[in-house]
């Protein structure tokens, strides 16, 4: 029965330039970087890049014997073939070291000085996996002081610096390069399940090219969750950098208030290249609501609520919230309107959720009825938010006709601009 056992931990510093050996003993090259198959395997590393005289060889790591005092296989150097990495391979040193990463955990950017790597026995054949990544001042003296200094005294002085590791769990990573972005998609796996608001910090804190980086890879809806939170002078430049198609595929996953506001803030020819790839239902809806001016009531709401005949039932509600697709909170009231759209009366969710199911809605209505004009400006909005302590307000027309509600998320937003 087989026994697998940690040894120990090594640097990838430590190994880059290790010396390899075949299975005579020949001195065949140096280790010029380590490779990983991350979709096949996110942790293992599965093969050598060794820079040899006749150019660069890939060792599989199964053919790898030892480690320590150099790298032996069992193997001939003429045997490995040519090469010096490929697509969907994650090189160590050219895709780690230097290199922004994401701790998903922390929910921060952070630089790659060095990444440790346990070393296992499984039998008599060692392997390599990726433990965490170092990104304390430890990885950059051993990268700095490498050769430089003794090795007793480079040791002595890196045990008394603490190191500053990040499990490689908790590590998504950041590729800007586009024929080598296909490889790293999985990983952002991680990143995807944050809050859109820690994702919104982190990409705050990237460059330009890694944000579009991390937004060309996350699944549309995550991607609009994300964008919403970001600041708006970030938010325009993200949209910008991404192809029309893509940015309209986020756009369209958006809360339609808060996509129109960042339509509104494009150049023009953008923002029309942007409505001719969304689908004609969100076209539609966007061009109508770009027609208000952003300071406005009207500018400030989204179309997605939920109204109700003033026949229904406590029943009949509870199945319409199951089924409503818009965001979770416009939901916190249910607004009744009759035959022609006109607002007769609003629901709060808590009486809907303690009456019985057979109670008509119109018995639930909540006193007084609260609702603002098209063209209010802002002011008046958060005059009533603050005056009434809403969740909701809203929005109707010259007919009293609802058109929009306005949620006190857009209220924060709008706060948050004006600070």
Known sequence: MSILKIVSTLALTELLGAPVFDTAGTRCGRVRELAMLPQEDRERVAMLIVRTKSGDRILPFSSVTAINGGIRSDAACNK???????????????????????DVFGRKVVRVNDVDLHQETLGNRPSLKVASVDVGPRGAI???????????????LLKKTPPRPI???????????????????????????????DIADIVEDLAPDEREAVF?????????GALEEVHPKVQKAIVESLDSERAADIVEEMEPDAAA????????????EILLEMEPKERKEMVELLEFKEDTAAGRMTTEYLALRPDYTAADAVEALRNFKGGVETVSTIYLVDSLGTLIGAVPLA?????EPDTPLLALVQEPLISIRAGANEHEVAELFDKYNLLTLPVVDE???????ITSDDIISLLRAKL
């Open 351 to 355: 009486k809907l959720v303690l009456a």
């Open 80 to 102: 490995w073939s040519q090469g010096d990495g490929s697509e969907g391979w994650l090189l160590l040193a050219r895709d780690l070291l230097d290199q922004q990463v994401i």
């Open 216 to 224: 060309q890879t996350l699944d549309e809806e995550v991607a609009a």
């Open 261 to 272: 506001d960042l339509l509104a803030d494009l150049p023009e020819e953008r923002t029309s």
């Open 167 to 197: 499990p490689w769990d908790f590590v998504d990573l950041i590729e800007t390069d586009p024929a080598r972005r296909v490889k790293l998609k999985i990983s952002h796996e991680r990143l995807a399940k944050l809050h859109p608001a």
């Open 399 to 405: 007919n009293k006709k609802l058109t929009g509600v």
């Open 142 to 156: 051993r990268r700095l002081l490498k050769g430089v200094v003794p090795a007793v005294a480079l040791h002595a």
